[in-house]
């Protein structure tokens, strides 16, 4: 199975929301891979109504704390209540715009779990680090920050693997770049984890319906975590159908 998801960042209202559900055709792929969409919290109780049953929704962001005196933040507990499965953590955006730290995100981690959300923890290098030959530093930093607490959850979680370079630029990691990072990955999972090999790791970063089929038929890459592409529910069901072709 492989998992295709759709992160709209900070796009698509709840009117959006639901004109892209209703547009949404997923007949000709299989019941087996797992669909979920990233809407932003204004558009979450819209998109739980909306979505079908086999389409998860999921958070883009959550607080670390459960409830409080925090004015604009979502957190796990409010997010599960309303409906979400899934809570992504540590999207770079979150890092580099926000300025969100390896502990910050462990904290994340740690409230998702702590809700029943299964937290996708998203690990990338920039291009500075790439050139500079530090990719597996970088990605190991943020996958070590947060491990822990992922293996000791004993729930169910995913990474993704998004090169910062690659995000929203057009320029996709190449199978093979994205291999490579994802072995490295699994690698570390499984000195901690028994259940290593059962944790997808998807790539991000530029994924379109034209290459899509050629990431997901990558050795280790295991789903894809789409941005731009996801925002329109024709171009995201080519995606999801691409994955007959890849996955675990
Ligand atoms: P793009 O597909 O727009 O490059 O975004 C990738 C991403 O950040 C998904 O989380």
Request: proline share 4%.
């Amino acid at each position: 199975m492989a998992v295709v998801a759709g992160n709209w960042k900070m796009n698509h209202g709840p009117e959006a929301a639901r004109a892209f559900f209703a547009e949404l055709d997923l007949d000709d792929v299989s019941e087996e891979h797992e669909i979920v969409v990233f809407p932003t919290d204004l558009s979450l109780g819209t998109a739980v109504a909306a979505a079908p049953t086999r389409v998860s929704i999921g958070v883009q962001n959550v607080h670390p704390e459960d409830s409080g005196a925090f004015t604009g933040a979502t957190s796990a507990a409010l997010a599960a209540e309303a409906g979400a499965r899934y809570a992504l953590v540590g999207h770079s955006e979150r890092r580099h715009l926000f300025g969100e730290t390896d502990e910050e995100t462990e904290r994340k981690v740690a409230a998702a779990l702590r809700h029943g959300l299964t937290p996708v923890l998203c690990v990338g290098e920039t291009l500075d680090e790439r050139r500079a030959g530090r990719v597996e530093d970088v990605v190991l930093r943020q996958l070590d920050a947060v491990l822990e607490t992922l293996a000791d959850g004993g729930a169910r979680f995913l990474l993704a693997y998004e090169p910062v370079w690659a995000i929203g630029t057009g320029e996709t990691a190449t199978p093979a770049d994205a291999s490579a990072a994802h072995a490295t990955l699994r690698g570390r999972l499984r000195t901690r984890l028994a259940g290593a090999n059962d944790v997808p790791i998807l790539y991000g970063g530029s994924v379109k319906p034209d290459n899509a089929a050629e990431l997901l038929g990558a050795d280790e890459v295991d789903g894809v975590l789409v941005g731009g592409a996801s925002l329109d529910a024709a171009s995201f069901a080519q995606i999801a159908r691409a994955v007959d072709g890849g996955g675990v």
